[in-house]
């Protein structure tokens, strides 16, 4: 029997990782319903103050380990009383640490893995995105007076939503993916901990981009194929910084202020009423159009009028929102127009964890610190010539 005791120990050992690996891979995000329900502020039609959220995060941790000493292990070998029942006792204690061990390498595994979810691959993605997105005066297509970034909150949103270019390579499945991501990202410090890793690295990347790239600038009614400057690539790092300024400014403005939380929340609930009220009057119409009777136009048109009024509620909502927004940032996120976009952003990642809203905080005052980094770059670049 003793021969099968070893292969019997690995299979429990692999068993035991593949089962621990499947569950962080494939586990599903249920999106559990709060229930609760919020009213419109009251600054949507009045002058109001906002308070700072509080937000207290715990974290607990708990470790126990369980080693025999030398000693123990001595005193189990000299003991007279040993019968081949104690050694079969033996082999399950073996077992048992063997299934412990197996446990450890498995979370030590999980945790390597989702520590390399900002892996190299990402940051040289972005930074060719960032450097791409750069496009200096008089080149195709914009054909610009002064150079300008087309990189934007929305666009790499979009760009890396749909394709995570190095962002943790292992995921299965997109969706699932994403969430892990946020959830990784915005835990608590732990943009801080990436920040202060890899920014000096992703500005050299960037700056690594810039010297390779090529743009067409005009000449005449042609264009000729030519390296960026230093005086260009310097504008870069400027005009880049301005986008990840205006981006900070934007976030900030929602953390710090929850009432714009309690909008957004307003927001949803207006969009779906839009939604409603909009079927029932296509339905009505449709029926008018069909019957030709009065009292199934008078119909149509009492939804039509309903559907109206959602729509101005809804607007008006959204036209608080930025106006605020405006308001808090002092003119530093007018441009570009993408407030808006940037709020629901904010609102879907914190609605189901208003302890998020802590991380992003924190997170607009990252990006702050990383524009101000890009401008000392731009400025080294320019004192190097």
């Known amino acids: ?3 099968f005791k070893i292969p019997a120990l690995i299979f429990t050992a692999v068993f035991i990782v593949s089962a621990t690996a499947l569950f962080f891979y494939v586990k599903k995000d249920l999106g559990e319903k709060t229930g609760v329900s919020v009213d419109a502020p009251t600054w949507v039609t009045e002058n109001s103050s ?3 959220r509080p937000v207290t995060d715990t974290v607990a941790e708990s470790l126990q380990k369980t080693e ?5 292990k001595k005193a189990a070998d000299a003991s007279p009383e040993s019968t081949p029942v104690e050694k079969k006792d033996t082999g399950k204690q073996a077992a048992k640490t063997e299934n412990s061990t197996a446990e450890n390498t498995v979370e030590k595994a999980v945790e390597a893995i989702r520590e390399t979810i900002v892996t190299e691959i990402f940051l040289d993605n972005l ?25 934007s909150f929305k666009s790499i949103n979009m760009h890396f939503g749909l394709n995570l270019h190095g962002l943790m390579p292992e995921a299965q ?9 946020w959830s990784y990202l915005l835990t608590t410090n732990r943009l801080a901990e990436l920040a202060k890793s890899e920014t000096d690295e992703f500005l ?3 700056e690594e981009k810039g010297i390779l790239a090529e743009r067409k600038f005009i000449e005449g009614d042609s264009f000729s194929m030519r390296e960026l400057t230093r005086t260009q690539r310097a504008e870069m790092f400027r005009v880049s910084a301005q986008s990840v300024r205006h981006v900070a400014a934007v ?25 409603s009220a909009n079927g029932i009057f296509q339905l009505d119409l449709d029926y008018s159009q069909k019957t030709q009777t009065e009292s199934a136009r008078q119909k149509a048109r009492h939804s039509g009028k309903l559907l109206k009024d959602y729509i101005t509620i809804r607007e008006k909502i959204k036209s608080g929102i930025v106006d605020k927004i405006k308001s808090y940032c002092a003119g530093q996120c007018d ?35 990383i524009a101000v980094k890009m401008e000392n770059r731009a400025d080294a670049i320019e004192r190097s010539m």
């Open 204 to 206: 050299d990347l960037v």
């Open 173 to 181: 499945n997109l969706v699932t993916a994403r969430q892990d991501i």
């Open 127 to 151: 930074a060719q995105y960032v450097a791409d997105n750069y496009h200096p005066a008089g080149t195709l297509p914009y054909k610009a007076e002064s150079g300008f970034s087309t990189a």
């Open 251 to 275: 976030l900030k403005a929602v953390a710090d202020n929850p009432d714009l939380v309690q909008a957004l929340d307003s927001y949803i609930m207006a969009s779906n009423k839009v939604e």
């Open 68 to 72: 025999a000493t030398p000693e123990d």
């Open 335 to 369: 441009k570009p127009n993408d407030i808006f976009y940037i709020a629901q952003w904010f609102f879907r990642r914190v609605k189901k964890d208003e302890k998020r809203i802590k991380s992003i905080g924190a997170g607009s005052e990252i990006l702050s610190d």
């Open 1 to 3: 029997m003793n021969k």
């Open 50 to 52: 906002s308070v700072k």
